[in-house]
Each structure stands twice: as structure tokens, then as C-alpha cells.
């Protein structure tokens, strides 16, 4: 990986039972995220994606890139607006720098052309 | 606002992480890395066992959180939360066997524009002492006053 480089793309289109069996995975069983009635009485469109599913995602185009798990030293971002099932999501990434073995990655993940994580920034580790 | 609570710390939270677990995980995330899933190929890399994805510390995290979102001294106000913001940091990764100990710290509470800000930490540790990750945790509470 060297500056300026872009990621491999990583693209993600969420079937309409995924908020459900990611609810079960993960223990988040917050009604916005798995009861369509609920998520529109409290203004919503609906069901919306768990924000840590969709950084699970922003990890996995990272950890491709780098080459396994082991790689991902740090991951930072912020959740904006909201992702729902059934419509692609993609995250790019470019490598910003490289310093001590270590790229920096600034990354987003986007649907419907609007960044729902944006200002991520992940370190990979080089040696692997 | 009460930031009285900053430095508030929680009881630690042990979680045992189980091979099932991580499976059943990296399918919902969408991870195919035999090493997510495959005991023969995580111990020919070297691990003891399945290899939990990085992202699977917001499960062992999870029970840790709950005191603190919960928390009168903290006082959010459910109804307006927004998840805002995460940041981990990872140190040696995580295997089925393990037993992940967290302690979660609020570090931060404060108010800018009429909302509320709420700043956890996350520390894990697994059962040898590694610090397995951090987490910084953002929550905005919307409208505050």
C-alpha cells in the first residue's frame, strides 16, 4: 500500500432479515433496527441497519486490503444519517500515508450516494 | 447535565467468547475468512481456535455498555440518542476460549448547541492481561437543554 493508493471496493447490498439475524448476533435487539412498525411511529422510514454492522463492513474492506484480521490496528468513524436494508452500500478507501509499516486509510461507506459513515480513518498494519 | 458522572467506572463484565458465537457473527457481518470459520485453517495460522472478526468486540462489549446507558446518574434520554461515533483499537486478537474481561469508564459528558455529548471507554482484556481492545464510544443526545 503506498499514498494516494484507493482499496480494494467492497460492496454490500443488506437482505431484509439481515437487521434480524445481525440483532441475534450481536445482542442489539433495539426495536428501530428489526420492527418496521415501530421504526416509522418514531419518524423513521423504516427499519434502519445497525451503525455497528455497517462499521463491521467499513472493518472487512479494511481487513481484505491488509491481508486477515490481524491487520486492523485501529478504526475510527462517525455515523451520519442512516442505512437501510435492501439498497447497496459501498466503501472505498484511500491510503493517506504510510508510517512505520503502518497505512493510514481514510474511508466511508456510502448508499444511495450519501456517506452514512464518514471521516473514518483505519490503521492496517503491513507485516500482516 | 450531570457531568459528576465523568470518571464514573463499572463493574467489569466477563464474557466467554464461544466458537458458535464468532460463526454465527462473521455470517451476519458477511465475513468469509476461513479463519472466522474453519478450526483446521485458524490453527494451521496458528491460533487455538476460531478467530473472532475485530468488529466482534461490540459483542463482548455489549453487556458492559448497558450500565452505563442505563445509568440515572448518567441520565440519557433514550428517546434522542444517537450512536454518533466509534472508535476501536485492537491488540492481539480474540479466539473461541477466550474469556474477554471489560471495563467501561464514561469519559466525557458535555453540552454544545442544546445537545448532550456522552464519551464511554471500553478497556478488554482477555484472560491472559492482553488489552485485546479499546473502544471509544459517542452518543449524542439530541436537543438537550
Not at chain 1, 484507493?6 to 445481525?22: C, G, H, S
Not at chain 2, 478450526?39 to 453487556?63: I, L, N, Q, T, W
Amino acid at each position: 500500500m503506498n499514498p494516494g493508493e484507493e482499496i480494494a471496493e467492497l460492496r454490500v447490498t443488506p437482505d431484509r432479515y439481515l437487521t434480524v439475524r445481525y440483532a441475534g448476533a450481536s445482542g442489539d435487539f433495539n426495536p428501530i433496527h428489526i420492527d418496521e412498525e415501530f421504526a416509522q411511529q418514531v419518524g423513521l422510514p423504516g427499519k434502519i441497519l445497525h451503525g455497528l454492522w455497517t462499521m463491521a463492513q467499513v472493518a472487512r474492506a479494511q481487513t481484505e486490503a491488509g491481508g486477515g484480521p490481524q491487520s486492523l490496528r485501529r478504526l475510527q468513524v462517525q455515523f451520519r444519517g442512516m442505512g437501510l436494508p435492501e439498497r447497496e452500500i459501498t466503501v472505498t478507501g484511500t491510503v493517506h500515508e504510510v508510517r512505520d509499516g503502518v497505512a493510514i486509510v481514510h474511508t466511508t461507506a456510502e448508499q444511495d450516494g450519501k456517506a452514512i459513515i464518514r471521516n473514518a480513518e483505519a490503521e492496517i498494519a503491513l507485516d500482516g | 447535565m450531570n457531568t459528576a458522572a465523568i470518571g464514573k467506572q463499572y463493574e467489569p463484565v466477563t464474557y466467554a467468547v464461544g466458537r458458535e458465537k464468532i460463526r454465527e457473527y462473521a455470517h451476519a457481518v458477511g465475513e468469509t475468512n476461513p479463519l472466522h470459520h474453519d478450526v483446521e485453517a485458524a490453527r494451521a495460522a496458528g491460533y487455538s481456535d476460531v478467530v473472532a472478526p475485530p468488529m466482534f468486540a461490540a459483542v463482548y462489549c455489549s453487556r458492559a455498555i448497558g450500565p452505563a446507558m442505563f445509568d440515572p446518574d448518567v441520565g440519557i434520554d433514550f428517546a434522542r440518542l444517537v450512536h454518533s461515533g466509534q472508535e476501536f483499537r485492537w491488540g492481539p486478537l480474540v479466539v473461541a476460549g477466550d474469556e474477554v474481561t471489560t471495563t467501561l469508564t464514561v469519559k466525557d459528558i458535555s453540552e454544545r448547541a442544546g445537545s448532550g455529548f456522552y464519551v464511554f471507554e471500553s478497556v478488554s482484556k482477555n484472560q491472559d492481561g492482553d488489552v485485546v481492545s479499546v473502544g471509544t464510544w459517542s452518543n449524542i443526545v439530541r436537543g438537550q437543554g
